[in-house]
């Protein structure tokens, strides 16, 4: 653990708010076999319990499960299930005016035009909304949203984020295979890919989350768990995102190479085209980065990484997002300024 690790972890840890416990773990493979791995972390994971916060701690991840979706997604297009293009109202019924026009690959990409949250979903969870919003909203549910839904903008016209549409992709997934989402996930990407820690079992033992001090229940997404259900590790985190910056050192399965490529390169090498899901900027030396946030009523959780100097970075508390999101605006500032100052991969 370097210095500039520990210390980053205590800015984090502060950013979190009360009961703060995070844990952080960087990757580097800096070419020619040489990689390190390194963690560090402070707090403990159960309230009341010395129980320590490590890198296989299972967290929730919020809006980070977007980016297995995305990859699920990818997988499924590789093998000829679906596609990227395939029209939304193929599987679910759309009314709305240019909504004929909405594809897959407008809900990966946040332009479908949809609204954040599934209409009325406040309102029928204002007694829950700062404990678990999404928990009474089921399977039932999503096609009476979806025929109150009016769009915001015309599918691909302009990138606005939706957790709504991202959850209708998880649904079509299921539709599409006859799989439930935490049997997708599991089959079509962590055992593969050898995803450590990382599941859709609301059950799986976790850390405790909190709320402006307050424990809460884990989340639950009963309706949409594409758009935020999973619960992985420091340690899977990485991992996974290891198996984005080098497909060929992750797996021999050309099928997962060719999916893992295509979530970050939908249209090959056209860099006009976003990436799946993830967020992507380009650094002051040229360097391109990836990554994404993402918050429940309990936690806290950031992912990003840059291929270039072949690094990775990953930032995890058990307390949820404040107004100013500082715990993922630390971390990003972080990881940009490791990515600037890594040196470039030999070999």
């Known amino acids: 653990m370097t210095d500039a690790t520990s210390t980053m972890t205590q800015k984090l840890a502060a950013a979190a708010g009360p009961h703060p416990a995070a844990i952080v773990a960087q990757f580097r493979n800096s070419g020619d076999g040489a990689e390190t791995y390194e963690t560090a972390s402070l707090g403990f994971a159960e ?42 109202d193929r599987y679910l019924p759309m009314r709305q005016r240019g909504a004929d026009r909405m594809t897959l690959r407008h ?25 678990n919003p999404y ?4 399977a039932g549910d999503v096609l009476p949203a979806l025929t109150r839904t009016r769009l915001r903008s015309q599918p691909g016209s302009r990138q606005q984020y939706s957790n709504f549409g991202v959850g209708l992709l998880g649904r ?11 049997r997708l996930l599991d089959d079509l990407v962590v055992r ?16 405790t989350g909190h709320w ?10 009963p309706g949409l768990p594409g758009a935020g259900v999973v619960r992985s590790s420091a340690r899977g985190l990485i991992r996974h995102m290891r198996c984005l910056m080098n497909p060929d050192a992750c797996t021999d399965d050309p099928e997962l190479r060719k999916a893992l490529g295509l979530v970050l390169r939908p249209d090959g090498p056209d860099a006009r085209t976003p990436p799946l899901i993830w967020n992507r900027r380009t650094t002051a030396t ?12 309990g936690f806290t959780a950031f992912i990003g990484f840059s291929i270039e100097p072949g690094l990775a970075y990953a930032a995890l508390t058990n307390n949820n997002p404040d107004r100013r999101n500082a715990f993922v605006n630390h971390a990003y500032a972080h990881l940009h300024q490791q990515i600037e100052a890594a040196p470039s991969r030999r070999g």
């Open 135 to 138: 928990a009474t909203f089921d």
């Open 172 to 182: 079509i997934m299921e539709m599409a295979t006859g799989g439930t989402y935490a």
């Open 286 to 297: 040229g360097r391109t980065v990836h990554y994404h946030g993402g918050g429940t009523r």
């Open 107 to 131: 809900l990966a990409t946040h332009t479908s035009g949809l609204p954040f949250h599934p209409p009325g979903l406040r309102r029928r969870a204002i007694r829950s909304w700062n404990v």
């Open 212 to 221: 402006r001090g307050r424990t809460r229940p884990p989340a639950a997404l």
């Open 192 to 207: 593969p890919l050898g995803l450590a820690d990382t599941t859709a079992d609301p059950c799986t033992p976790q850390a």
């Open 47 to 88: 309230t009341g319990h010395a129980v320590p916060l490590t890198d296989t701690t299972h967290c929730e991840v919020g809006s980070v499960s977007k980016t297995y979706t995305a990859l699920m997604l990818a997988v499924l297009c590789v093998r000829g299930a679906l596609t990227l293009d395939d029209r939304v």
